[in-house]
């Protein structure tokens, strides 16, 4: 059964719902993640809107502990891959094995790999070879593996939250620009503030250590998620999102002389997809039930920055691809006014 926002009433209960769902959800995973309140409104936010998060920061910053955070939060079922460059893709989806039956004789039977969980925490994802990075695409984007002659439908929910250090370049492998669209966000984990470190030293060379609780099932991720989705998008937003979208790739009528001058790919149609998604979260989060041009606005650089393909010449700048989202919101905004 859908549920929609069809009524006031069924809207603002609904929408009070989906913010203690989320606020929930938040103040559990600031019991051990300290500040970096924007970045975990992102995470919370791809979660209730069915999307897969990629972090990306220097070693120590708490990456790995966010993602595993949120899935204590959960109770879902939880997997951990440690990418290395040795790992291969039935490592991570399963492979079939040669089992001895009791009576005698064998038999193949599929070993599920790690990917077919809930919640899948993918670490240090650019370590393993493009070959392996790719063994996430169809779980990715299709919700199934394939082994051989079999396919496996993931459950529901289904999460991938991957990490990735952006500093060290040896024994590293670049994601291929298919596996990126495939992540609704890319955030950028920066350093706590001053006042963060002395609340991180606290919380973590004490003897009490935080812990987490669960506090939300995948039956109700999977609720937030349908209401989410229910959110009006009127005709003007979408076309904001779409002249946005188009505005990042080179030789569009929307594209500002920034994106033709140093990019060479832009944005797919998975980009308006994922700024009409979370502008819909944002919605909710502000207890509105129609998504505003600012709902857009504000979750573009997370949603945009990962689908940008630079040209050589935007390359040997040193260009920030976020330097672009921001020249083509500028455009957009231009022509919207």
Same mark, same amino acid.
């Given at each position: ?54 972090? *990306? %920061?220097?070693?120590? $910053?708490?990456?790995?502990? +966010?993602? =595993?955070? &949120?899935?204590?939060? @959960? ?94 370049? *040896? %024994?590293?492998?670049? $994601?291929?620009?298919?596996? +990126?669209? =495939?992540? &609704?966000?890319?955030? @950028? ?149």
């Amino acid at each position: 059964m859908n549920e929609s926002i069809e009524s006031p009433d069924t809207a603002e209960s609904q929408a009070q719902r989906f913010r203690e769902v989320f606020e929930r959800l938040k103040v559990e995973l600031h019991k051990v993640f300290v500040g970096h309140d924007e970045l975990v409104e992102h995470v919370l936010a791809v979660l209730l809107s069915d999307g897969h998060v990629l972090l *990306e %920061g220097v070693p120590g $910053l708490g990456k790995t502990l +966010l993602a =595993r955070s &949120l899935a204590s939060a @959960l109770r879902l079922d939880f997997a951990r891959i440690q990418f290395t460059p040795d790992l291969m893709p039935a490592d991570i989806v399963g492979t079939m094995v040669l089992h001895e039956r009791e009576g005698g004789g064998h038999e193949l039977r599929f070993e599920p790999g790690p990917v077919i969980s809930n919640f899948v925490l993918a670490d240090e994802i650019n370590r393993a070879t493009p070959k392996t990075q790719s063994a996430l695409l169809e779980a990715m984007q299709e919700r199934q593996v394939s082994v051989s002659r079999r396919t496996l439908k993931l459950p529901e929910p289904f999460i991938v939250v991957a990490t990735q250090n952006p500093i060290e370049q *040896e %024994g590293t492998y670049a $994601l291929p620009e298919a596996q +990126l669209d =495939r992540f &609704l966000v890319k955030l @950028l984990v920066g350093y706590p503030q001053e006042r963060e470190y002395h609340d991180i030293l606290t919380r973590t060379t004490e003897v009490e250590m935080p812990t987490i609780e669960p506090v939300s099932t995948g039956e109700e991720i999977v609720a937030m998620r349908r209401i989410a989705r229910s959110v009006a998008l009127s005709d003007q937003v979408r076309s904001f999102a779409v002249r946005l979208m188009m505005a990042t790739q080179p030789g569009s009528p929307y594209a500002p002389a920034a994106v033709n001058n140093v990019v060479e790919l832009g944005s797919s149609p998975r980009g308006a997809q994922g700024l009409i998604l979370l502008g819909k979260v944002r919605a909710l989060l502000g207890g509105r039930f129609a998504v505003s041009c600012q709902d857009i606005r504000d979750v573009a650089l997370p949603v945009l920055r990962h689908r940008i393909l630079l040209s050589f010449e935007g390359q040997s700048d040193r260009v920030d691809p976020d330097d672009v989202v921001k020249a083509a919101l500028s455009a957009v905004s231009d022509l919207s006014n």
